[in-house]
């Protein structure tokens, strides 16, 4: 501490320049550059007398920020006054909790991008096969003999895509409407009310709980209408059993999003239509929903990458293959997600993880792109749609 | 093309509460109407019952008969929506559709409702609407442009075209001037000298001199207190109402003596 200190004021410059008197009693500016320079040589030798032989990064980048934010406010009190050391005190506070926030999300993408993007890169064939055929024997050849990586995710991502599509197609409609309702018709009355309350539980729900749910109703209805033997239990397990757990999901973030994009729609709108003698619901189909457009979109955008991520929902209700399935009415559907949990948890070969691990980084890296993509056109979308200002 | 409008004993709620009450008027077609009066006395409220508009709001209603060239609006059965086609209106701020080109803003009216149209006949509704509105040579070269980007003022008359379109038989104006500026101001005042030609004008105004200018006839409404409902104080030639009104009250508002 005093040691940064004195460093600063024996650094301290008199510039020969002309005195501006609004400037007087100011810090020089590279005061910052100093002080984070002192911290960190005293933390490194900190660092190295606490950790006897070893040196350890992490402690050492700790002790500097530590040191840094409190050998600033120090500085700026001596040099300046103390109102502008607290100032810069949490000034320093809240860069702290901003670097703090983004190093989980940093390190999950350079993890995934570190192990996946290697295998990806020396086998894409990953991208356009399935695991059909790919025994432990394959596995245990890639790891002791170097063989290429056998195997690959194109019914993982087939089946995400599809049963994701259908979800999307199923939860659309009815958190479109359901918000229509709430904004244009319900007016606050007990039934919208109620309505918002529950939708309120479902955002809530644990994913786990939708599949179940999927499945139970699924399974009701199949037992009822086509018969209840063998053959008709193992029908529930399919891409659509997911896509309706999905859509429970889905619904609640649908409904939110779209009800806050459709309040912002100004009333004046509304009446401008009305006093032209237009309907009310093509008013609402021609004006309000036109208008909302580009959030409706983006928000639609973000509740189907939410909902790609999903992995319990499905694995309970479209159980997981090694073949490719495009039928999301008939048979087992595998989604990206629950390759990567299987690949992880039980690899193709035991006793030989590695080629299992290599291709779950890899569906993982594909899973995150997906993701990004999905956010990409969800600002693309929200900028396409969004009503023109300019043309004066 | 244009209708008279007769108000019998009409009162005004918002739920429970009367805002206007026991309106008598008659005003005649082809001709401007000012309603002038302080904030909250029922201008705008009365205004927009005219084409049944002040009902979009929750809890609100009308009792009392609103005739139309004789025909009651309020009749049980009467559909808002063909009042609200012959009883056009522009509000006080200027909202163009932002979805919209200019072109499509004006024909709103018909490409909302569904109507299909020839593109030559659409052509000839926007080039007669906007020169309705004295905009045409300011718009020509960027009808496909979008209306937001025009100027308040331009906006507002881009409005008014929006709602000449339709042919409707009496026109409401909600202070369409109070957010422009006076050269604007000015346009809108001169097109609706132009307008009375065809339809009955209704204007709702803070401006009193604005009244003096462009109306025929002035209608004062007052308001007794806060939670008392609004009342039609004194309703005449508009040189009547600013030079020798009857009632005291009127005379002490537009002289500056109110309150």
Not at chain 1, 41 to 62: E, N
Not at chain 1, 253 to 272: G, I, K, W
Not at chain 1, 338 to 352: D, G, K, M, S
Request: with cysteine; glycine share 10%; aromatic share 8%.
């Amino acid at each position: 501490m005093t040691t940064t200190k004195d460093t600063v004021q024996q650094r301290a410059p008199q510039t020969g320049r002309k005195k501006n008197s609004l400037t007087a009693g100011q810090m020089p500016r590279w005061t910052w550059i100093a002080v984070l320079a002192g911290a960190l040589v005293v933390a490194a030798g900190i660092t190295a007398l606490l950790g006897g032989g070893g040196f350890s990064w992490v402690g050492w980048l700790i002790i500097a920020a530590v040191l840094y934010v409190l050998g600033m406010y120090a500085t700026t009190s001596v040099l300046e006054n103390r109102r502008r050391a607290t100032d810069g005190f949490w000034r320093n506070l809240v860069w702290a909790a901003f670097i703090l926030a983004l190093i989980p999300l940093v390190s999950v993408i350079w993890a995934v991008i570190a192990n996946g993007l290697p295998t990806l890169i020396e086998t894409p064939q990953l991208l356009w096969r399935d695991m059909k055929g790919v025994t432990g024997a394959d596995d245990i050849a890639t790891q002791a003999e170097g063989a290429t990586l056998a195997g690959g995710f194109l019914h993982g991502l087939v089946g995400t895509l599809m049963i994701t599509l259908l979800a999307t197609i199923i939860s659309v409609p009815i958190g479109l409407l359901t918000s229509i309702y709430l904004v244009e018709y319900g007016r606050g009355g007990w039934f919208s009310r109620a309505i918002v309350f529950f939708v309120d539980v479902m955002t809530g729900i644990p994913s786990i709980v939708a599949g179940l749910f999927a499945f139970a109703v699924v399974q009701v209805v199949i037992t009822t209408f086509i018969g209840d033997g063998p053959r008709q239990l193992q029908m529930v397990k399919m891409g659509l059993t997911a896509a309706i757990a999905l859509s429970v999901l889905m619904i609640p973030v649908v409904v939110r999003s779209t009800e806050e994009m459709l309040r912002v729609v100004p009333n004046e709108l509304r009446e401008a239509s009305y006093a032209l003698g237009v309907r009310k619901w093509r008013t609402i189909f021609k004006v309000v929903l036109p208008t909302a457009m580009s959030g409706i979109a983006s928000g639609v955008t973000l509740a189907i990458a939410r909902v790609t991520g999903e992995t319990a929902p499905i694995l309970v209700t479209a159980g997981f293959i090694a073949t490719t399935n495009w039928n999301p009415f008939d048979g087992w559907m595998t989604a990206l997600p629950v390759y990567i949990y299987r690949q992880l948890i039980n690899p193709t070969a035991p006793a030989a993880g590695d080629p299992s691990m290599e291709r779950a980084w890899a569906a993982a890296l594909v899973l995150i792109v997906i993701v990004m993509l999905l956010n990409l056109i969800a600002r693309i979308i929200a900028k396409a749609f969004a009503p023109k200002k300019t043309g004066r | 093309m244009s209708k008279r409008i007769d108000a019998v004993d009409l009162n005004v709620y918002y739920g429970n509460f009367l805002a206007v009450e026991g309106v008598n008027i008659n005003i005649e077609p082809r001709s401007v109407t000012a309603f002038i009066g302080p904030s909250g006395c029922g201008k705008t409220t009365f205004l927009r019952t005219i084409n049944r508009m002040h009902e979009v709001l929750p809890g609100a209603r009308a009792e009392g008969r609103l005739l139309l060239d004789g025909e009651n609006i309020y009749d049980p059965g009467v559909d808002p929506v063909t009042v609200r086609t012959m009883v056009g209106m522009v509000f006080q701020r200027p909202n163009p559709f932002p979805t919209m080109s200019i072109r499509d803003n004006i024909l709103a009216g018909y490409k909302l409702n569904g109507t299909r149209m020839s593109k030559s006949t659409a052509d000839g509704i926007v080039e007669k609407s906007l020169r309705g509105a004295n905009l045409w040579e300011e718009v020509k070269d960027r009808l496909d442009k979008p209306g937001s980007g025009l100027s308040g003022g331009q906006q507002q008359r881009l409005c008014i075209a929006r709602s000449i379109a339709v042919e409707p038989d009496v026109i409401l104006m909600d202070e369409p001037c109070s957010a422009l500026d006076p050269i604007s101001t000015l346009a809108i005042e001169d097109l609706i000298n132009e307008l009375k030609d065809n339809y009955t004008v209704v204007i709702v105004t803070h401006n009193m001199q604005q009244a003096a200018r462009v109306a025929d006839k002035t209608a004062f409404f007052n308001i007794a207190g806060t939670g008392k409902p609004g009342k039609l104080i004194e309703y005449d030639e508009t040189s009547v109402i600013f030079n020798n009104p009857s009632n005291k009250q009127t005379e002490d508002y537009v002289s500056g003596r109110f309150g």
